[in-house]
């Protein structure tokens, strides 16, 4: 059994992201914490339930984590993810808020994985302020986990966000400095330039969203907006090498459950500018070794994209 936490900020690749792990045999997600990003904490938790329940799996635990990021700040990718971050395609059925644990998402994530020593992967698809703050209060928080898979940062000083930063680092940078340079277990990242560069064609999405299940019809909903925004002039520039359909979360995700989906991966040690007047909360890669650091992270440079291709329409199946 593959044990999985995942951390979000439910927008709709999160929403992939999570639809994804839960399609795959073997695989067991221990909990999902919430933390503020594509937008507020109250509707990523919402949009966490709307997902397991069109799933099936409402007998996940769901945490509520950081309403803001280390330095104070909210966040919000309305204008790709929709207001309310699932492209604005409300459920009024949808479940309540009370089903939220009590239990915070920080603490969670470290009980958790003190209960399961060396067994959990922690799947990050969202600013990294929960998972900086679990290194904090437990610092031996990452030596416990088996892996870390991100979503984020940038290996060609491409933004999607700022000039050179990509969302969920520049959303909270001391967040992902912390957890670059903290964390020993194996890290995997799949960064802006990356998901660009391993996009799928519009035609593969036309099919995956036209399986005749609950689960694509919901997709097609929530999505609506994104694919909308995709061929905005704004976005259409953010795009490395041209159009097509990227589930940026999904990538992190399917290396997390398949270990045969990962062909190839640049090992280098990465860290975050926090300073500077264009270049806060961008990724840099120690190509020259010049910083010395012993732990280098795995950045995905080839996958298996047909491997990818059966994850994702497995997913909406
Ligand atoms: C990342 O930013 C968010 O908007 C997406 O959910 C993804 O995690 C892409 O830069
Ligand atoms: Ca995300």
Not at 24 to 52: A, F, Y
Not at 208 to 222: C, N, P, V
Request: glycine share 8%.
């Amino acid at each position: 059994m593959k044990k999985l936490l995942v951390d979000v900020d439910c927008g709709v690749d999160d929403a992939q992201a999570i639809m994804m792990a839960l399609a795959v045999p073997g695989v067991q997600i221990l909990g999902i914490t919430c933390v503020q990003g594509n937008t507020s904490i109250d509707n990523v938790c919402k949009n966490v339930l709307r997902v397991l329940k069109v799933c099936k799996h409402l007998e996940i635990p769901v945490f509520r984590g950081a309403t803001k990021s280390l330095l104070g700040q909210t966040t919000s990718a309305g204008e790709f993810h929709g207001k309310d971050g699932l492209g604005d395609a409300p459920d009024p059925d949808a479940p309540g808020l009370d089903l939220v644990q009590k239990e915070g998402a920080v603490s969670a994530m470290i009980r958790i994985v003190n209960e399961n020593p060396g067994e959990v992967s922690l799947v990050a698809t969202a600013p990294l302020t929960n998972v900086a703050l679990a290194v904090k209060l437990d610092p031996s928080f990452s030596q416990k986990l088996k892996g870390l898979y991100i979503m984020g940062g940038n290996t060609d000083s491409r933004g999607n966000t700022t000039v050179v930063g990509e969302y969920n680092f520049a959303s909270d940078p001391e967040a992902a400095y912390i957890v670059l340079n903290e964390f020993i277990c194996p890290v995997y990242i799949a960064s802006w330039e990356f998901t660009c560069r391993s996009k799928l064609p519009w035609e593969f999405c036309d099919g995956w969203l036209a399986q005749d299940t609950d689960k694509a019809r919901f997709m097609k909903q929530i999505f609506k907006h994104s694919m909308e925004s995709t061929h905005s002039e704004r976005i259409e520039k953010e795009l490395v090498d041209g159009q097509g359909f990227i589930s940026c979360d999904s990538y992190a995700m399917a290396a997390a459950v398949d270990d045969t989906y990962i062909i190839e991966t640049e090992k280098r040690a990465v860290t975050v500018e926090l300073a500077g007047n264009c270049c806060r909360g961008m990724m840099v890669v120690d190509h020259l070794d010049i910083l010395k650091k012993t732990h280098k992270a795995h950045i995905l440079k080839k996958v298996d994209l047909e491997k990818f291709k059966v994850l994702m329409m497995n997913a909406l199946k």
